[in-house]
């Protein structure tokens, strides 16, 4: 079993000043964006990475329940964990680490988490998995993929941790962060945003594969129904950094009393 908090002690002369982030991600402990991004928050932090062994890009909040998971190390010192994103927040939070981090961080992810995205992204999923046990989260995409701007990207994404850690939430807070690939960002365009809303999704690609056998492909993503100047497309379509708050309860409760209503014909307790 790994008793650790951080690889990266020895950057510090005196640690318990510092703060401690939980990083990870859905693209793979060896993705560009965790790596700066690691690297950054390193300056002001310490620092541990425990990420999937490979891409796990729309896994969701997905757990591993049929089979063991494993924990390794790298040689750069980061672990990775055979399994989701999901996988790697809970194992570090309920085996590896014997201290509790004061915020776990999400990405850099190669792509953008936008609208009902968030429902799918692995990335979204990590953080989601440290609030869920009452830690600060905050996770972070890039909105164009293959890396560009990053260094701009990891560089706005550290001000926002570090403004965190100097001034937490009251509350655990769960945020999804969109930065636009630009060569410069500055803290005044930052926006608050809601989510936005996506057309359903293209049908599927059907092929066949080398035996024969129907095999669909998922379709691209709907294209964008509500990028109102207040959401999270519309705030980056203005080249701005979009900052979503989101919170976990699907209860609908202007449905509530409708509901109650269409099951009180029937011979049950509603």
Known sequence: MFR???FSTHYFSSLDLMKRILVSNDDGYNAKGV???AEALRSFAEVIVIAPETNHSGASNS???TRPLTVRQAANGYYYVNGTPSDCVHIALTGILKDKPDLVVSGINNGANLGEDTLYSGTVAAATEGYLFGIPSIAFSLTER?????D????IAAYIVKHQLEQPRQAPCLLSVNIPPLPKHEPENIRVSRLGRRHPSQPVIEATNP????IYWIGPTGEVADAGSDTDFG???QGHISVTPLRLDLTHYDELGITHEWLEGLCVNP
């Open 63 to 65: 757990l591993t329940l």
């Open 235 to 237: 705030v980056i379509n």
């Open 211 to 214: 035996s024969g056998e129907t």
């Open 4 to 6: 650790v908090w951080g």
């Open 35 to 37: 790596e700066l991004l």
């Open 152 to 155: 701009a990207a990891v560089e």
């Open 146 to 150: 293959n890396w560009p701007h990053i």
